[in-house]
Nanobody
């Protein structure tokens, strides 16, 4: 199994920046996809961004394009989410997820492994 641990979430003012990290441990894969999702109070979990190192491709939800950037350090088994120009509506628990086949999907059930989440709060 793969264990995922998110970190970096905190309170930040609107317009500020924050970088989240997701460290993977346990059984890792030579080729896999990593993604970020978020869930705000009273809302369903939604796709934010994903990366597949096998193809070097990144994908973003429309709501974060131009503001967020996903990247990874495969040697460290860590993926990052750089968040810039943060808005109060970005407030949510952010989760990282992994898919061993290297395929990216916006559907939650297509992801095999999940972290416990890290809270991001953006004040106005």
């Amino acid at each position: 199994q793969v264990q995922l641990v998110e970190s970096g979430g905190r309170l930040v003012q609107a317009g500020g920046s924050l970088r989240l990290s997701c460290a993977a441990s346990g059984r890792t894969f030579s080729s896999y996809a990593m993604g970020w999702f978020r869930q705000a109070p009273g809302k369903e979990r939604e796709f934010v961004a994903a990366i597949t190192w096998s193809g070097g491709s990144t994908y973003y939800a429309d709501s974060v394009k131009g503001r967020f950037a996903i990247s990874g350090d495969k040697a460290k088994n860590t993926v990052y989410l750089q968040m810039n120009s943060l808005k109060p509506e970005d407030t949510a628990v952010y989760y990282c997820a992994a898919e061993s086949g290297g395929l990216i999907s916006g559907r939650l059930k297509n992801w095999e492994y999940w972290g416990q989440g890290t809270q991001v709060t953006v004040s106005s």
